[in-house]
């Protein structure tokens, strides 16, 4: 069965420092890799997403998140956070007849340290 | 371009009670989805509409939700009645159809639904 795990449920970042969270899957086939992003009391929001080609994507707000098949990870990363950035951040894979029926993590809350 | 709008933002009731959540899609999404988040976890989904036809509703629990979205464009998600462990947000979702599908999901802000 397809899921995706998201290992670490916090994690505290200085602002101007370095972020990268952890995504891993379980898909039989090449999958669709997804982040989304979470600010407090909003709905989901799109950060960048991996159908085929190169294995490094560009997302909004300055993300960036590289598809590792060996490794079955989807890491996101960021090399400097800012204060705005706090929020939980989903992986999900795409699953089922139709790419675009989620499997999701259970998401990282980034608390930004000032 | 508006977004996906849901409704209400808040409701607190009690157990064995009924309560209903409403969402207008973004205007042309043709697929519309209903997740519940529980606090702590990621979305699931609990029903999805192509237009105004069921696509999976595996994991919705028929015996007490309801889904319905009779002219292919808002919805409406129906608890009757509601337990404890349906505390929970509900979010609405939708998308476009088809070969046009970017994969990407636009979400409402949710329905926080509390049940004591």
């Known amino acids: 069965a397809q899921s995706v795990t998201q290992p670490d449920i916090h994690i505290t970042v200085s602002e101007g420092a370095s972020l990268e969270l952890r995504c891993n899957y379980s898909?039989?086939?090449?999958?669709?890799l997804f982040w989304y992003v979470q600010s407090p009391g909003q709905g989901l929001q799109l950060l960048l997403k991996y159908f085929s080609g190169d294995t490094l994507v560009q997302g909004i707000k300055g993300f960036e998140a590289e598809f590792k098949r060996s490794q079955s990870s989807f890491n996101l990363r960021k090399p400097s956070v800012h204060w705005s950035d706090a929020a939980e951040y989903f992986c999900?894979?795409?699953?089922?007849?139709?790419?675009?029926?989620?499997?999701w993590g259970a998401g990282t809350k980034l608390i930004i340290k000032p | 371009e508006a977004g996906v709008a849901q409704s209400p933002r808040y409701k607190i009731i009690e157990k064995r009670q009924s309560v209903a959540f409403w969402c207008n899609p973004i205007?042309?999404?043709?697929?519309l989805y209903w997740y519940q988040q529980i606090l702590g976890q990621g979305p699931k989904l609990l029903i999805q509409?192509?237009?105004?036809?069921?696509?999976?509703d595996s994991q919705l629990p028929k015996d007490r939700f309801s889904a319905e979205r009779l002219k292919g464009v808002d919805s409406t998600l129906k608890i009757q009645p509601a337990k404890l462990e349906d505390s929970a947000v509900y979010l609405c979702a939708s998308s476009l159809q088809g070969g046009g599908n970017t994969g990407e999901l636009f979400f409402g802000e949710g329905s926080r639904l509390t049940v004591l």
């Open positions: 509409f192509q237009n105004n036809g069921v696509v999976d």
């Open positions: 205007s042309g999404h043709a697929t």
């Open positions: 898909y039989g086939a090449t999958p669709y």
């Open positions: 999900a894979v795409g699953a089922g007849r139709s790419n675009y029926q989620l499997i």
